[in-house]
């Protein structure tokens, strides 16, 4: 149970009391502004405290985004504020303070209307900003069409009381639990109403997890029918991963809708959409299988197209990334022409829309894969989705790579950490690194060349090498050498967000080339085991950084053998085992990653401390 504070006896006929309790606060009226110090110190610390004034007048919603959030350590709006118990104590100094001039905060909770000057939680909350203690930061809601006011006077509150009145709450609600920024077929085809499928789930007490939770079964269940192999089950597979998806949806506006955000909630419904994509393949590849097609290799190279896709987008976004430790940092500015001419697109209505359909998100991929499975084949629809995933990946990285040759400034120091956690390297390659050197970034982007380079060297003769070859080999010796190299600086240079995708690409692509030269029986459904073990492990980084909470512990680091060590292991198990033994081999080291990875990702994000991060819906 939360306490709300109010700071002076109830008006009567307000609604505020019953809006609160509604909200889950205990409310507790203090007769005097004085004693709310002391009210705050009762308490206790483990609770949200919120402060209200009591002649405050606007929509429960208003208060709920003010009071609930958990995402923020204290969050206002006017007339009320709310500090959780990483902020209760800064709350307490700025009430200390403010009791401590008692003429105005007395004026705050007067009925006279000459002598109502400002009201006491507004004063904590400038105060609170005036501050700006770590751990402490106050959120100013963003209410849009909401009202919430404190008005000085009786026309003011029936002014306000008909502000009220004239918007439709609920309507707001729902609108807010979308996300603003979407692709065309999830906000013209899903979200109008899987928002009400939210609503529906927030009526019954459902949590966002549990939601998380039927979308991945049902997109299992999806794998399964496709796994059948018939045309009822892939048109049954089409219909339940749209399904799927919608569920997809309603989760992040269920979790918009009530402010149930958590930390887990937002590694599941992560996580779950890469689980649920790529079971969603292997259903398919196994359907194909029973009708005599054999397509694991394009089921693999889809996997390996998205991650690497998705990988790099966040490697990009991370090197835009201001250090959080310097006060008022920005990121590196961009003024190339690029970027001008993207800002001048934005303008254009119709151009948003195409550009969010050509980098093909979710909603696009998932009705392309879901309509394809339903009338073609799944070798028509992993060609297909490879073709468009491949123009989609040519189409941003030519765009980021134009803003990145003109950036005159470097990357921060923190998105060069978060770059170099991406990157996954072994204990091989730092040993390497460290006896090469500590390198500095010059003119040319010399990390990823040598990151490149190495990729392709091992790829290419894991590709042209007969069965049995010790060629791999040797390409994933030249492959840890340009790693070491690639990694012994900072990568704060232009084009370094390059670097960990280039190690993906080289990893993944290898393990693809070296399963479907072997022509063994099984090679291929082992590699795609391996090659979804380690994605999700490289996916727990992402995530992890992107929450603030640094890259995974670094035994696990070493355990794993990092992409240059799995790499240079894999390519001389085929090299031993070409003949039979090789996909027995790839399906325990499979199991072994997925073991670590999965068992050390539970234990931290069940337990983890960080902030829930998930993207906002329309403002209010």
């Known amino acids: 149970m939360s306490t709300a504070i109010l700071t002076g006896p109830p008006v009567a006929?307000?609604?505020?009391?019953?809006?609160?309790?509604?909200?889950?606060?205990?409310?507790?009226?203090?007769?005097?502004?004085?004693?709310?110090?002391?009210?705050?110190?009762?308490?206790?610390?483990?609770?949200?405290?919120?402060?209200?004034?009591?002649?405050?007048?606007?929509?429960?919603?208003?208060?709920?985004?003010?009071?609930?959030d958990p995402r923020f350590p204290a969050a206002a709006i006017p007339g009320a504020l709310s500090a959780q118990p990483q902020a209760r104590p800064a709350l307490a100094r700025a009430a200390a303070q403010a009791a401590a001039q008692p003429l105005p905060v007395r004026a705050a909770v007067s009925t006279d209307a000459d002598a109502l000057t400002t009201s006491l939680p507004d004063t904590l909350a400038r105060t609170l900003e005036d501050a700006g203690e770590e751990g402490a930061s106050l959120h100013r809601v963003e209410l849009g069409s909401l009202v919430a006011t404190v008005p000085p006077d009786e026309p003011a509150r029936e002014a306000a009381r008909a502000a009220v009145a004239a918007v439709d709450e609920e309507a707001v609600r729902l609108r807010s639990a979308v996300k603003s920024r979407d692709g065309f077929f999830t906000t013209h085809c899903i979200s109008p109403y899987s928002r009400y499928v939210a609503r529906w789930c927030a009526r019954r007490g459902l949590t966002p997890n549990q939601v998380t939770t039927a979308s991945l079964l049902t997109a299992l269940i999806a794998a399964g029918c496709a796994a059948t192999g018939t045309r009822g089950g892939f048109v049954a597979a089409g219909v339940l991963l749209i399904a799927s998806f919608v569920l997809d949806c309603a989760d992040g506006q269920l979790a918009r809708y009530s402010l149930q955000y958590s930390t887990l909630g937002a590694w599941l419904d992560a996580t779950f959409d890469r689980a649920k994509e790529y079971a969603y393949y292997a259903g398919l590849a196994l359907g194909a299988a029973r009708g005599g097609d054999d397509v694991w290799a394009l089921a693999l190279g889809a996997m390996v197209l998205q991650t690497c896709r998705h990988l790099l987008d966040n490697a990009y976004n991370e090197a835009q990334t201001p250090d959080p430790a310097a006060p008022g940092a920005a990121g590196p500015a961009n003024t190339s022409p690029t970027a001008g001419f993207?800002?001048?697109?934005?303008?254009?209505?119709?151009?948003?829309?195409?550009?969010?359909?050509?980098?093909?998100?979710?909603?696009?991929?998932?009705?392309?894969?879901?309509?394809?499975?339903?009338?073609?084949?799944?070798?028509?629809?992993?060609?297909?989705?490879?073709?468009?995933?491949?123009?989609?990946?040519?189409?941003?990285?030519?765009?980021?790579?134009?803003?990145?040759?003109?950036?005159?400034?470097?990357?921060?120091?923190?998105?060069?950490?978060?770059?170099?956690?991406?990157?996954?390297?072994?204990?091989?390659s730092r040993a390497l690194s460290a006896a090469l050197g500590r390198g500095r970034g010059g003119r040319l982007p010399l990390a990823p060349l040598?990151?490149?380079?190495?990729?392709?060297?091992?790829?290419?003769?894991?590709?042209?090498?007969?069965?049995?070859?010790?060629?791999?080999?040797?390409?994933?010796?030249?492959?840890?050498?340009?790693?070491?190299?690639?990694?012994?600086?900072?990568?704060?240079?232009?084009?370094?967000?390059?670097?960990?995708?280039?190690?993906?690409?080289?990893?993944?692509?290898t393990v693809l080339a070296l399963a479907a030269r072997s022509g063994v029986h099984g090679a291929l459904p082992a590699a795609f085991g391996l090659v979804a073990a380690v994605a999700y492990h490289h996916y727990d980084t992402v995530y992890r950084i992107r929450g603030g909470s640094g890259?995974?512990?670094?035994?696990?680091?070493?355990?794993?053998?990092?992409?240059?060590?799995?790499?240079?292991?894999?390519?001389?198990?085929?090299a031993l085992l070409h003949s039979t033994g090789f996909p027995y081999a790839l399906t325990v080291l499979a199991g072994i990653l997925a073991l670590l990875v999965l068992v050390e990702s539970i234990r931290f994000w069940v337990s983890a401390k960080a902030p829930a991060v998930h993207d906002e819906g329309e403002p209010a």
């Open 13 to 68: 006929g307000s609604p505020l009391e019953g809006d609160l309790r509604s909200l889950g606060f205990d409310v507790v009226v203090a007769a005097a502004p004085d004693e709310v110090p002391g009210l705050l110190a009762a308490v206790p610390a483990a609770q949200r405290a919120a402060v209200v004034d009591p002649r405050l007048i606007g929509h429960r919603h208003a208060l709920r985004l003010a009071l609930t």
């Open 342 to 428: 993207s800002d001048r697109l934005d303008r254009v209505g119709w151009t948003v829309w195409a550009r969010r359909m050509i980098v093909l998100p979710i909603g696009e991929r998932w009705a392309l894969v879901a309509v394809l499975t339903a009338c073609t084949t799944p070798r028509i629809t992993f060609s297909v989705l490879l073709v468009l995933s491949a123009l989609a990946a040519c189409y941003t990285t030519a765009g980021r790579l134009l803003r990145s040759v003109t950036r005159r400034a470097r990357s921060s120091a923190h998105a060069a950490r978060a770059l170099a956690d991406l990157a996954d390297a072994g204990p091989l």
């Open 551 to 574: 890259a995974p512990p670094g035994w696990l680091v070493s355990a794993t053998g990092g992409h240059e060590g799995r790499t240079l292991l894999v390519t001389v198990l085929a």
């Open 450 to 509: 040598a990151a490149l380079v190495g990729a392709a060297a091992v790829v290419a003769l894991s590709l042209w090498s007969q069965p049995g070859s010790w060629w791999p080999v040797l390409g994933a010796a030249c492959y840890l050498v340009t790693s070491a190299f690639a990694t012994r600086g900072a990568l704060d240079g232009p084009l370094d967000w390059l670097v960990p995708s280039f190690f993906r690409a080289g990893e993944y692509v």
